[in-house]
């Protein structure tokens, strides 16, 4: 049932949330640490796990893939109701940390790529199949 | 008439965000194909149209919930709000399978966290040069830099502003335009031409729609690579920027 998806990601959600919480505590941060990423980890394995033995049927699984899909129309939701007009005084700050944090990344790409060896040939000597989701 | 229809979206703001927003999407993936030819991803065009209409709608109303302050859009606050917005984060985590870090191979795994330390260094330095002293502030701006999402989680997290954790998401998103617009530039340059580099890339880079929009542009068969260690980023992100690199930032300020 489609439900049992969604529970599923509630649960994991509440188990991180609640494991943050404590960390959090822990740490003397008046702040919940990580929750968020914790309960992502649970799903990866409590799904992998389900999945290998079998217990995630296609209906479950909407219930999951039902808010993945919905995530970049959150986020769209999340934009549109922030304090843009006040962060608007600072957006020098937004596009030279964006513009940097690129420039960095690209800069690296060569560096750890390495010389060329077998598996990091070009493409174009064998067509490979394409089969990944953009979002 | 025109009263009643107000009075009815009012009582179904939820609902009547979920219109909105779908209009939204299907305007910028409108624009995306036919203005810019696929080169600016759909997903990043909507989100700057609701940082636009944010922007004017605290203009309008002088609160500090953008769009959502206008009665029309209350329900806006609540699609995007902390528990829909967590819950849809947590679901982009399934699909990914542990066993998938082990492709990616030693070297995704080391662009990730160099990823995702070159960026929230490059915010923090930004950030520091523009005069903030507070470790919210900074660690919030920063993990922006990583990505739009995990910039304002960890805002929400360490109880950031709305002003700082807006500034964040625009961060996230000038490097996510910005990747898509300078992949195919640079591509012959940084030696982006096959599957290693393209994990590489996918691991520094990070920004998922950034990525899987710049390496479309530049060679689609590169996408499911960079995609595939890119989906980690934000997650690796989240765990990061609000525990370990806030405890770091906490050391300086």
Known sequence: MVIYGVALLAGCMLVGLIIGDVLGQLLGINANLGGVGIAMLLLIFVTGYLKTHDHLPESTESGINFWNAMYIPIVVAMAASQNVAAAFSGGMVAILAGALALVLGLALVPVLTGKRVDEARPLDAQPMQVHGRSR | ?253
């Open chain 2, 1 to 253: 008439m025109n009263d009643s229809i107000m009075t009815l979206l009012d009582k179904y703001h939820l609902i009547a965000a979920f219109a909105v927003i779908g209009l939204t999407m299907f305007v910028s993936h409108w624009m995306s194909k036919h203005l810019t030819a696929n080169r600016l991803h759909g997903s990043a065009i909507a989100i700057l149209i609701g940082l636009a209409l944010a922007y004017f709608g605290g203009i309008y109303t002088g609160g500090s919930h953008g769009l959502a302050d206008v009665s029309l859009f209350t329900g806006l606050g609540l699609m995007g709000g902390g528990m829909l917005r967590d819950l849809a984060i947590i679901a982009t985590a399934y699909g990914v399978r542990f066993s998938e870090i082990k492709k990616a191979g030693m070297r995704g795994l080391i662009a990730l966290f160099a990823g995702v330390l070159v960026s929230f260094f490059a915010g923090a330095v930004v950030a520091v040069g523009f005069g903030y002293t507070s470790a919210v502030d900074i660690t919030t701006i920063a993990a922006g830099a990583v990505t739009y999402i995990v910039g304002p989680v960890t805002g929400a997290t360490l109880g950031a502003s709305s002003e700082v954790v807006a500034l964040s998401i625009a961060a996230g998103l000038v490097k996510s335009i910005l990747t898509m617009i300078v992949t195919p530039m640079v591509a012959r340059m940084i030696g982006l031409d096959n599957p290693r580099s393209a994990m590489i890339f996918g691991g520094l880079i990070g920004t998922t729609s950034g990525v899987a929009a710049g390496l479309a542009a530049t060679d689609a068969r590169l996408v499911p690579y960079g995609a595939m260690t890119a989906t980690f980023y934000t997650g690796l992100g989240i765990l990061l920027a609000p525990t370990l690199l806030f405890l770091a930032v906490r050391l300086f300020f």
